[in-house]
C-alpha cells in the first residue's frame, strides 16, 4: 500500500535532526512539521520571515494573518520571531539553514530539482526555492512518485526548467525512497508496505541501485 500524505510527511521527519533550522515548502513538506521527534529542538523557518513555526493549526488556532511563504496558515511557538525578507533570505543564502524539505515536480537520477514552474502556465507566489536549493546545506524531496497523468517524476533528465542542479540528497515518494549519491547515483533505500520492487521499476524513469532491505 503506497504511504499517505501524512506517511510521506512522517518519513521526511526522519530526516530531521536534533538543533537543526528547517525550511519547509508547499504542500506535503509542511506536514512535516507535525512530526518533529518529541524531544527533539527543531527552528522552522519561512522565507517570508519567521523562525519557530510551529505544528499545522488546528481549525480553533487558525489565524488568517500567520501564514508561511506558502500562504498556509501555520501556529508561532513562544520562542518564534518575525524579520523582514532580507533577514531571511541572508540566513538561506549565507548556509544558516540545515535542512530543506521540498515539492517538486521532476527530480532527475544526478539530484536535479524542477519545481518553480511549468512553461505556459501561469506561477503564483513563485517563492524562493532556488535560493534554497543552492543556500541550504542538505535538499530533501517529498513528492508523488508519479504526476497526475501517470508519468514518472524520478526522471534520467528533469524535462522541466530547472531549480538547482545536483542538489537534492534525498527523496520521498509515496512508494518508496532513494538517497542521491555522487558516486553512485540513486540508491533505493525504502519501500512503502505491500509495494514491490517491480512496481517502483515500472513507475520511475531514472536508473538506480538497491540496498538489502
Not at 512535516?32 to 527543531?42: A, Q, R, T
Not at 514518472?152 to 542542479?165: D, N
Not at 540528497?169 to 509495494?195: K, M, Q, W, Y
Request: charged fraction near 25%.
Amino acid at each position: 500500500m503506497a504511504w499517505t500524505r501524512e506517511q510521506m510527511a512522517q518519513q521526511a521527519a526522519k530526516e530531521l535532526k536534533d538543533g537543526f533550522y528547517v525550511n519547509l515548502g508547499i504542500g506535503i513538506p509542511t506536514l512535516v512539521s507535525n512530526y518533529i521527534p518529541e524531544g527533539m529542538h527543531v527552528v522552522l523557518e519561512s522565507e517570508n520571515g519567521m523562525l519557530g513555526t510551529g505544528p499545522f493549526p488546528t481549525e480553533a488556532e487558525l489565524d488568517g494573518d500567520l501564514v508561511n511563504a506558502s500562504k498556509q496558515t501555520v501556529t508561532l511557538l513562544p520562542y518564534g520571531s518575525y524579520f523582514d525578507s532580507a533577514e531571511s533570505f541572508a540566513m538561506i543564502r549565507g548556509g544558516h539553514v540545515d535542512l530543506a524539505i521540498l515539492g517538486a515536480m521532476e527530480v532527475s537520477e544526478k539530484g536535479d530539482i524542477a519545481n518553480w514552474m511549468v512553461p505556459g502556465k501561469i506561477v503564483k507566489g513563485m517563492g524562493g526555492a532556488m535560493d534554497l536549493v543552492s543556500g541550504v546545506r542538505r535538499v530533501i524531496v517529498c513528492m508523488e512518485h508519479n504526476s497526475k497523468d501517470g508519468e514518472p517524476k524520478v526522471r534520467k533528465q528533469c524535462t522541466l526548467p530547472l531549480t538547482g542542479s545536483g542538489m537534492v540528497r534525498h527523496i520521498v515518494t509515496d512508494i518508496c525512497e532513494f538517497e542521491c549519491t555522487r558516486d553512485e547515483g540513486l540508491i533505493l533505500t525504502a519501500i512503502a508496505s505491500d509495494v514491490t520492487l517491480d512496481e517502483v521499476r515500472a513507475r520511475t524513469e531514472a536508473d538506480f541501485k538497491v540496498v538489502p532491505m
